[in-house]
């Protein structure tokens, strides 16, 4: 993930007018340059590109029998436009990639697959959308901005002899859309640490830090949630269902994408029920340790309540002189001793009261 990105929780960021013709693109002022990078591929060679010109896209697509083409930020659209006068794309798929935010999904058009998928990155709650096209010996995919999870899939490529190098356009769609999936795994494993050392702290001093924390990363597990739930049908629509562009083999491999989907959707759900749990543990520990503080006081106060009244007996001002009755103990010799006495002996019995009724354990 970039440096400059922000950790926010964003819904749906449509910029179309509503209202707006179908097909109709508006661009963000302040989005990235795009960029755009292409790689040829096939069994002997491999050419990389790493900024062309959208022009130069059909010399491309007939040199090489597989082409991956990576639209990395969007710019003012005039590469993207450009790409869907180039490749055919549909005006309502290219819609969706303009209206950043959308859900996980795959759609059929006449010559074209698009799947709109949602990649994770370690440490950041935000998911950032990718738009992917495939078509006949071509992938097309549109990033947000720069930094991507492709780094493994682009080093496959560049391996002699690697299945990858020597299969279609639809292994190669496969292969991204597998690191897709599996950058949640890192994201997962990270808030999954966060969570065990919270576990050690509730359990042992916890501090209002914690509950802070656990807030942040329900939230996180909340965002995650959302973008690998949609997930689910798209893998599920690309393995089972028949597609023109996707042959027997490469639906089996994207089978085993949707396992993956399954197993994180359920990594998810444990570390949220964990979080529950953790939070409710802390506000248990923090009541628990107030019972205990209000104990204490109310042990002290109990005890200095009955001293209390003794001294305050003794502290008024009735003059022994005018009657025998008027508080004898002040003309007493030991009346000062047995006073203290008297106050020793009531709190040590209200102690030992409270010790073998076991308030004091």
């Known amino acids: 993930m970039s440096g400059g990105r922000k950790r926010v929780f964003r819904g749906p960021r449509r910029r179309t007018a509503p209202g707006a013709a179908p097909g109709t693109l508006t661009f963000d002022a302040d989005a990235p340059p795009a960029v ?9 060679r491999i050419r990389e590109a790493p900024s062309i010109d959208v022009r130069e896209i059909p010399r491309w697509l007939e040199e090489w029998p597989v082409v991956w083409i990576d639209l990395v930020g969007l710019g003012q659209g005039e590469e993207l436009r450009g790409l869907g006068e180039h490749l055919g794309l549909h005006a309502l798929a290219l819609e ?3 209206n950043l935010g959308q859900r996980a999904k795959v759609e059929s058009y006449e010559s074209e697959l698009f799947v709109v998928t949602r990649m994770a990155y370690p440490n950041d709650p935000a998911t950032e959308q ?4 495939l078509g006949e010996g071509w992938v097309l995919t549109v990033q947000e901005r720069e930094g991507d999870c492709f780094d493994a ?10 299945r990858i190098r020597s299969r279609g356009a639809d292994y190669l769609a496969y292969a991204l859309l597998d690191a897709v999936v599996d950058s949640y795994f890192p994201a997962i494993d990270t808030i999954g640490d966060h969570l065990d050392e919270l576990e050690e702290v509730v359990l042992g001093d916890p501090d209002p830090q914690v509950a802070q924390s656990l807030h942040r990363n ?7 949630r959302k973008s690998i739930v949609p ?24 089978r085993d994408v949707y396992d993956h989907v399954l197993r994180i959707n359920d990594l998810v759900d ?3 029920e964990l979080t529950g749990d953790l939070m409710a543990t802390y506000m248990t520990v923090v009541s628990n340790r107030m019972n205990e503080v209000m104990k204490v006081l109310t042990i002290i106060a109990t005890i200095f309540i009955p001293l209390g009244f003794i001294a305050g007996l003794y502290g008024m001002n009735f003059d022994p002189s005018v ?28 102690v030992l009261y409270m010790w073998r009724k076991g308030w004091l354990k």
């Open 36 to 44: 755009l990078r292409v790689i040829g591929v096939s069994p002997e």
């Open 130 to 133: 990718l738009s992917l096209f």
């Open 153 to 162: 899939v682009r080093a496959r490529l560049r391996e002699d002899g690697r």
């Open 270 to 272: 444990s570390f949220r």
């Open 323 to 350: 009657s025998p009755l008027n508080m004898p103990e002040l003309g007493w010799r030991w009346g000062y001793p047995f006073a203290l006495g008297l106050m020793l002996a009531v709190g040590g019995g209200f």
């Open 96 to 98: 969706d990639v303009a």
């Open 231 to 254: 997930h689910r049908d798209v893998f599920q629509s690309l393995s089972r269902d028949l597609h023109p562009l996707i042959d027997e083999e490469t639906r089996l491999f994207l």
């Open 218 to 224: 329900r939230r996180a597990l909340i965002s995650l």
